[in-house]
C-alpha cells in the first residue's frame, strides 16, 4: 500500500466519524425539539375544557343484549350503535361532525344509543374507557365522553391518559365525587371495559368508528362524516 | 454494458446521490415537523413497544434528513448509502410485516399514517405493494453508490478513482 493511500484511508476514518458525529447531532437535537413541541401541545390541550357545563344526567344502563353495551335513554324508535376507542383519532373526527346531533338525539328522547367503548389502542385507551364508564354511573357519560375527545392527545399512549389526568378532566366536567374519582383510580369497571372489547367479534366489529343503525351497519359515501348524510340515515331507520 | 457503465458512471452516480437524497429529503421534512403524527405512525406498524416506537418516530425524520443531505451535497457517500440502504430494507420489512398480519395502515412515509377503514383493503394491499417497489428500487440504488460512490458535483473530493477501491 502507497503512502498516498494509506492517507487516504487515514482520512476517510476521520471523515466517517465526523459525519456520524454530525447525523448524531442533528437527530439529538431533532428527537429533542420534537418531545418538547408535543409535550407542550397536551398540557395546553386542558385549556380548552375551561368553562365546561356539564348537561342534565342521562341514566345509562348495562344491556347484556347488547354486546354489554352502555344504553342511553332506550325504548325509542331508533337505535344507534356506536363502537369508539377514546385515543382513535377518526373517532374524535367523528366526535366533532357527529357528536352534537347524537347528544341531541338522546337528550330529546329520539334515539336510544348504545355505547361500545373499546381499547385496543392500548393501555391509555383502556384507563380512559374505565372513567367513561365510570362518569355513566354518574350519568353524565355524555358530557365525560365529549370532554375525553376535546382533549384526546394526537399521540396515542403519551402518558395523557393516566387516571391522575383523568381524574382532572372529570374535575373540569363537574364530576368530583369520591365515587367517581375511586372508580377511575382503581380501575373499578375494568370487567365492563374488557367485556366490551370481547364482544367486538360478536357484531363482526374491526375498527372505530363503526355505527350500526337498528341493527344496520352505516356505510357512509362521503368521505368524512357527513350531518345530513347520517340524519338521512337515522331518519330513515 | 460494463464499459457503458464506465463511461457515465460519475453521471450516474450523481442522479442515484440526488434521487435518494431528494426522496429522504422531503420524507424526512415532512414529517419532522410534525412529531406526534411521525410517532403514531410508527407506532401503528405495531411492531415495536408503544414508547419505544415514539422515540423512533421523533427520531428517523431527523436522520433521513441528515442522510438525504449528505447524499445530496455529496460527502461520505457511500457510508450514506450504506445507511439509506438500510433504512429501506427496514421499511420494506415492516410493510411486509404489517401486510401478513392483516394490519391496514397509512405507511406514513410521507406525513400521515395511522389505521385506515378495512373497506379499503383492497386499495390498502396495492398501496403496500407499490411502497415495496418503491423502496426497492431505493435500495438498489444505494447498493450502486455503494459500488460507485464517486461522482460529479460532490463536496468531497476523493483523489482515487473508483477502480482502486
Redesign the interface.
Known amino acids: 500500500m502507497s503512502k498516498?493511500?494509506k492517507a487516504?484511508n487515514g482520512g476517510d476514518h476521520f471523515?466517517?466519524w465526523l459525519?456520524?458525529g454530525?447525523?448524531a447531532l442533528?437527530?439529538v437535537?431533532?428527537?429533542v425539539?420534537?418531545?418538547t413541541?408535543?409535550s407542550t401541545?397536551a398540557a395546553e390541550s386542558f385549556t380548552a375544557l375551561e368553562g365546561f357545563t356539564k348537561g342534565e344526567a342521562v341514566t345509562a344502563t348495562i344491556n347484556p343484549a347488547a354486546g354489554s353495551g352502555l344504553t342511553l335513554n332506550p325504548g325509542a324508535p331508533v337505535t344507534i350503535d356506536l363502537w369508539e376507542d377514546p385515543q382513535?383519532?377518526?373517532c374524535r373526527t367523528f366526535e366533532t361532525s357527529l357528536g352534537e346531533y347524537i347528544e341531541t338525539m338522546v337528550r330529546s328522547k329520539k334515539a336510544t344509543v348504545n355505547y361500545h367503548v373499546l381499547s385496543f389502542l392500548?393501555p391509555e385507551s383502556v384507563r380512559a374507557a374505565n372513567a367513561m364508564m365510570c362518569a355513566a354511573d354518574e350519568g353524565h357519560y355524555l358530557d365525560f365522553h365529549k370532554a375525553i375527545y376535546t382533549v384526546q392527545?394526537?399521540?396515542?399512549?403519551?402518558g395523557f391518559f393516566s387516571n391522575e389526568n383523568l381524574v382532572k378532566i372529570g374535575d373540569y366536567v363537574g364530576l368530583t365525587s369520591k365515587t367517581f374519582t375511586d372508580c377511575v383510580t382503581q380501575g373499578s369497571k375494568l370487567d365492563l371495559v374488557k367485556a366490551h372489547e370481547d364482544s367486538m367479534p360478536t357484531y363482526k366489529v374491526?375498527?372505530t368508528p363503526t355505527v350500526f343503525i337498528n341493527g344496520k351497519l352505516w356505510?357512509r359515501t362521503s368521505n368524512g362524516f357527513d350531518l345530513n348524510e347520517f340524519r338521512l340515515a337515522v331518519e330513515a331507520g | 454494458m460494463v464499459a457503458f457503465n464506465q463511461k457515465y458512471q460519475r453521471l450516474f452516480t450523481l442522479v442515484a446521490r440526488l434521487v435518494i437524497g431528494g426522496v429522504l429529503l422531503v420524507a424526512g421534512g415532512l414529517k419532522?415537523f410534525v412529531?406526534?403524527?411521525?410517532?403514531?405512525a410508527v407506532?401503528a406498524y405495531k411492531i415495536l413497544p408503544?414508547?419505544i416506537a415514539?422515540?423512533l418516530g421523533?427520531?428517523l425524520?431527523?436522520?433521513e434528513?441528515?442522510?438525504g443531505l449528505?447524499l445530496i451535497i455529496g460527502?461520505?457517500v457511500r457510508?450514506?448509502a450504506m445507511?439509506s440502504g438500510a433504512i429501506m430494507v427496514v421499511f420494506i420489512a415492516a410493510i411486509i410485516s404489517v401486510w401478513a398480519r392483516g394490519i391496514l395502515i397509512d405507511c406514513g412515509c410521507f406525513g400521515g399514517g395511522?389505521?385506515i377503514?378495512?373497506?379499503k383493503a383492497a386499495e390498502v394491499h396495492r398501496t403496500y405493494a407499490i411502497e415495496i417497489a418503491r423502496d426497492l428500487g431505493l435500495a438498489l440504488l444505494a447498493l450502486y453508490l455503494y459500488f460507485f460512490p464517486y461522482g460529479l458535483f460532490s463536496v468531497?473530493k476523493?483523489?482515487?478513482t473508483n477502480e482502486?477501491m
Open positions: 498516498q493511500a487516504a471523515t466517517r459525519v456520524i454530525m447525523v442533528v437527530v437535537t431533532g428527537v425539539f420534537s418531545i413541541s408535543s401541545k382513535c383519532p377518526v392500548g392527545p394526537e399521540l396515542e399512549n403519551s374491526v375498527g356505510e | 419532522a412529531p406526534a403524527e411521525a410517532a403514531s407506532a408503544t414508547q415514539h422515540i421523533y427520531a425524520p431527523w436522520f434528513i441528515a442522510i449528505l460527502v461520505a457510508l450514506s445507511a395511522g389505521a377503514d378495512p373497506s468531497e476523493i483523489a482515487i482502486e
